[in-house]
């Protein structure tokens, strides 16, 4: 079976399940990028990788690669199409071959902008007139489903997915043996950006030391809102409690991680999926994430394998870490939890795995019913706080 995946360029994050990918097909995997990575990923420490490996074909090169690629857009059994034209499966949709897109919500800013005529127009033409083709949803958020069924697209065609950072194993007695400390630590990352919300981190920081509460608190990262925040912690005198370790490689930003005992992520609805996420799980973190976030409906149950708060909600998102802080045993309990929930269901093998079993059962007619994880049916959520 030959099977080719559009996206801009690849990246950490996907590059696990293409290698999954390549190691079951050889060279029937394509991976094609279409765009050089841009610089200011470079220097976030994001690796060059269309050139690594060889099952990525680059279309920016040169005339015969990007031919090459819209003659795989045809001649693959199946497509995978992310962040990339849909010149590679204009003619294949005309052919009802069987093609999944990719993607994260639409409507990051909010639904109401289905009421713009040119966003509605776009979204019927290259969606919803193809809602009887051979034409499937692979959801990189848990808000993917809601918001293209306001256009009618994809009904029951939208399958849970999201993106599969490398999943590391560990003996878990030796890593939580890590997060044995004098005083709980707690970590935030990302971008300081306003879509990150990280200021909340910085209040929550400030409620726990006015109740007395001891902890350590890292924040790694760098951003616009850097100095914002410098700013917050000397006014809130939390000189002593939180540490602003700037940027790092995604290798040290995992040792971080190793050695925390609560991870805070904090972004609002625009944060398409969150990546971060699933390091953190994988890392035996209990996590506390704001609702909003794409891939915390599809990776955390609530109070089982991490805690999921109201975005906005300072008081609720300060309860949450208070209640861990004052239980650490629940704390580890959820952090365990949480990396058995990567190790054994969130990961790049058994995404593949199940991925191949929804193509066999779509292009057979069959039926492959996941009740839960990659690729079981991703069902419309709203906005609404509902945990």
């Known amino acids: 079976m030959k099977i080719t995946f559009y996206s801009n360029f690849l990246n950490h994050h996907q590059l696990p399940f293409c290698i999954e990918m390549y190691k079951r097909l050889g060279k ?26 060889s099952f990525v074909l680059t279309t920016y090169q040169n005339q015969k690669n990007y031919e090459k690629a819209l003659k795989l857009g045809v001649e693959s059994d199946v497509v995978i199409i992310g962040s990339a034209p849909d010149e590679f499966i204009k003619d294949r949709i005309k052919q009802n071959k069987l093609t999944f897109r990719y993607s994260e919500r639409i409507f990051k800013r909010g639904r109401y902008r ?11 033409k290259n969606h919803t007139r193809y809602r009887k083709r051979n034409l499937y949803m692979l959801c990189a ?8 069924r306001l256009v009618g697209a994809y009904r029951k065609k939208t399958f849970k997915w999201g993106y599969f950072p490398e999943v590391l194993e560990y003996k878990v007695d030796e890593l939580m ?42 924040i790694i990262g760098s951003g616009e809102k850097e100095y914002i925040l410098k700013n917050l912690i000397r006014q809130y005198d939390l000189d002593g409690n939180i540490n602003m370790l700037g940027t790092m490689t995604p ?19 625009n944060e398409g999926w969150g990546a971060v996420l699933n390091e953190a799980m994988n890392s035996g973190c209990a996590v506390v994430a704001s609702h909003a976030i794409g891939s915390v409906p599809f990776l955390i149950r609530n109070r089982k394998n991490g805690l999921i708060y109201k975005n ?59 009740t839960n994880g990659p690729c079981s049916e991703a069902e419309l959520i709203s906005h609404k706080y509902k945990y």
């Not at 009421?115 to 979204?123: A, D, G, K, M, T």
């Not at 290798?251 to 609805?269: A, K, L, Q």
Request: some cysteine; glycine content about 4%; aromatic content about 12%.
């Open 28 to 53: 029937d995997f394509t991976f094609v990028a279409t765009e050089m990575i841009p610089e200011e990923r470079l220097k976030l420490g994001y690796e060059d990788m269309n050139d690594k490996y």
């Open 114 to 124: 289905i009421i713009n005529p040119r966003v509605f127009i776009s979204l019927i």
């Open 141 to 148: 958020s848990a808000y993917t489903a809601a918001d293209f």
């Open 177 to 218: 043996e890590k997060k044995q400390h004098t005083v709980p630590k707690i970590l935030w990352v990302g971008r300081l950006l306003s879509l990150k919300q990280p200021e909340d981190a910085i209040r929550v920081a400030r409620m726990l030391k006015s109740s007395g509460y001891s902890f350590q608190m890292n």
């Open 251 to 269: 290798e040290e930003v995992r040792g971080y991680m190793e050695e925390s005992n609560i991870f805070i992520f904090t972004s609002d609805f």
């Open 312 to 370: 906005g909600d300072i008081k609720n998102l300060y309860n949450c870490v208070k209640d861990l802080i004052e239980n650490p045993e629940w704390c580890n309990e959820l952090g365990v939890e949480a990396y058995k929930t990567l190790k054994e269901m969130w990961n790049a093998e058994c995404a593949t795995d199940r991925l191949d079993r929804l193509i066999n059962a779509l292009l057979t007619e069959d039926k492959v019913e996941f």
